[in-house]
């Protein structure tokens, strides 16, 4: 079994910067993929940004692109999510998933996951 735990999170300015934090136990993440979505009020949960652990192939959302950055530590089987120069419309609860057979054409659905870690509140004040 996967779970991921949330760290960090919070209440940022715009232009500010967060680090999230999602750590799988259980199991090896060798050739999971792994992915952090994000669910504004009233809206469907989106694709934020994924990772394949095997490659360290990455993958991002227009809307953040240059702007946030996954990355993974193998040891500590954990996946993060650099972000910076956060706005406003970045506010959402963030969620990690794992999938182990997620393909690059199912990778940007929520559908795909089998596994979630939980939310945790990011907040941008303008």
């Known amino acids: 079994e996967v779970r991921c735990r949330r760290l960090g999170g919070g209440l940022v300015q715009a232009g500010g910067s967060l680090r999230l934090s999602c750590a799988a136990s259980?199991?090896?993440?060798?050739?999971?993929?792994m992915a952090w979505f994000r669910q504004a009020p009233g809206q469907e949960r989106e694709f934020v940004s994924g990772l394949r652990w095997s490659s360290g192939h990455t993958y991002y959302a227009d809307s953040v692109k240059g702007r946030f950055t996954i990355s993974k530590d193998n040891a500590k089987n954990t996946i993060y999510l650099q972000m910076s120069s956060l706005k406003p419309e970045d506010t959402a609860v963030y969620y990690c998933?794992?999938?182990?057979?997620?393909?690059?054409?199912?990778?940007?659905?929520?559908?795909?996951?089998?596994?979630w870690g939980q939310g945790t509140q990011v907040t941008v004040s303008s």
């Open positions: 259980g199991r090896t993440m060798r050739g999971y993929t």
């Open positions: 998933a794992a999938d182990a057979n997620a393909i690059l054409s199912s990778m940007r659905h929520s559908s795909t996951y089998d596994y």
